[in-house]
């Protein structure tokens, strides 16, 4: 894997793999389970991802990682798996930011299991201050897409519950998160301002939104409770290519870029679109480190910080706090530029430049 991800600790495996043709159950529903004997295993790692978690950070500590740039090898590989949509049908990752109809840049959160009370938080957060038709009306139009780690059956609830207005799709192999270099940690950290919620409640919500699956035999497709995701951002490699987004003044591309294309699946199809890199990124080091929502709007290039929630003093900390790497949006277009003026360039080389640049912008900076 191209990142690394700290201590040997963290990559510490605690049980010994199972075959690799056969995916662990984790009480996923039949459908799902036919779902995943398609998905292509010949790559996957001899240790078993579903065991591996950082002991050393499991209650005390925040995990071993890092916010490097991934490679574009790493998003070679990426290309290679798939995630389930609400139907349980399996879409290429690629396509959820390189697919047809799909906008320019796409931000993707990986949030943890689905019944995790803090993401629900998080997206219910995202949904008050960021709007599909504020990032689809941006100078390059932009769009955000969610995965999360359980079963795809449990999509519709989770969107109901958060009234997230993205499209959320589901990695029960958790293949993409470890391509990524997120690791596992039931630490919660520090309460970050997206949580405006007492923990208690959003503990309680969790449980009872379980204990309702139970008669569907939902209750235990949530996802790994020590997974924990981040958040991506994947940009054309030369912002300056003449390659149009998706008209946007269309309803019915806005529709598909909502999720709700072909037969209501959320499947955009396949497709060969511009290359793709990774301009920026955060990996949560416990379960309440997502990106805050100024950090985000920023570098998704949006006016303004977000609807504030009620804890002044929490808010004036996520103004301030920057956890990722990368380049805000406004520094991505002066390398473009620069790019532009030297005949475009090649891959490898404004990706050098890229990471030479974010260099200056790390976190906690």
């Given at each position: 894997m191209a990142i690394a991800s700290g201590s040997l600790a963290a990559r510490e495996v605690s049980v010994a793999s199972t075959s690799n043709d056969t995916p662990k159950t984790n009480g996923l529903d039949s459908k799902t389970l036919a779902a995943l004997e398609?998905?292509?295993?010949?790559?996957?790692?001899?240790?078993?991802?579903?065991?591996?978690?950082?002991?050393?950070?499991?209650?005390?500590?925040?995990?071993?990682?890092?916010?490097?740039?991934?490679?574009?090898?790493?998003?070679?590989r990426l290309e290679k798996l798939v995630v389930l949509d609400k139907d349980g049908i399996t879409i290429p990752f690629r396509d959820l930011y390189n697919g047809p109809n799909v906008a320019r840049r796409v931000l993707i959160i990986f949030i943890?299991?689905?019944?995790?009370?803090?993401?629900?938080?998080?997206?219910?957060?995202?949904?008050?201050?960021?709007?599909?038709?504020d990032l689809l009306h941006l100078p390059t139009p932009t769009f955000i897409a969610v995965v999360g780690c359980g079963s795809p059956a449990l999509i519709s609830m989770y969107q109901e519950a958060t009234s997230c207005p993205f499209p959320i799709y589901a990695?029960?192999?958790?293949?993409?998160?470890?391509?990524?270099?997120?690791?596992?940690?039931?630490?919660?950290?520090?309460?970050?301002?997206?949580?405006?919620?007492?923990?208690?409640?959003?503990?309680?919500?969790?449980?009872?939104?379980?204990?309702?699956?139970?008669?569907?035999?939902?209750?235990?497709q949530g996802g790994g409770y020590h997974q924990v995701g981040g958040e991506f951002l994947f940009e054309p490699v030369n912002m300056v290519t003449p390659i149009c987004s998706p008209d946007v003044s269309s309803a019915d591309n806005e529709r598909k870029m909502l999720g709700e294309g072909i037969g209501g699946s959320g499947y955009l199809g396949s497709g060969v679109g511009e290359e793709k890199r990774v301009?920026?990124?955060?990996?949560?080091?416990?379960?309440?480190?997502?990106?805050?929502?100024?950090?985000?709007?920023?570098?998704?290039?949006?006016?303004?910080?977000?609807?504030?929630?009620?804890?002044?003093?929490?808010?004036?900390?996520?103004?301030?706090?920057?956890?990722?790497?990368?380049?805000?949006e406004t520094e991505r277009s002066s390398v473009s530029m620069s790019l532009s003026r030297n005949g475009g360039g090649s891959t490898r080389q404004s990706s050098e430049l890229l990471m030479n640049s974010s260099n200056m912008v790390r976190s906690d900076a």
């Open positions: 398609k998905i292509d295993t010949s790559r996957t790692s001899e240790q078993d991802y579903t065991d591996r978690v950082d002991h050393t950070a499991e209650f005390n500590g925040d995990v071993n990682t890092n916010d490097e740039i991934p490679t574009q090898e790493t998003l070679a943890r299991h689905f019944f995790c009370g803090n993401c629900q938080e998080y997206m219910r957060a995202i949904a008050s201050s960021i709007t599909p038709s990695d029960p192999t958790k293949k993409t998160y470890e391509e990524l270099g997120m690791l596992r940690t039931l630490n919660l950290g520090t309460h970050p301002e997206y949580m405006r919620r007492s923990l208690m409640s959003a503990m309680v919500t969790s449980f009872v939104q379980s204990l309702k699956q139970i008669k569907g035999g939902k209750a235990f301009t920026w990124c955060h990996r949560m080091r416990n379960t309440r480190d997502h990106a805050e929502i100024p950090e985000l709007r920023e570098v998704l290039g949006l006016d303004g910080c977000g609807v504030p929630g009620r804890n002044k003093r929490r808010w004036t900390l996520a103004l301030g706090k920057r956890k990722g790497t990368g380049l805000t």
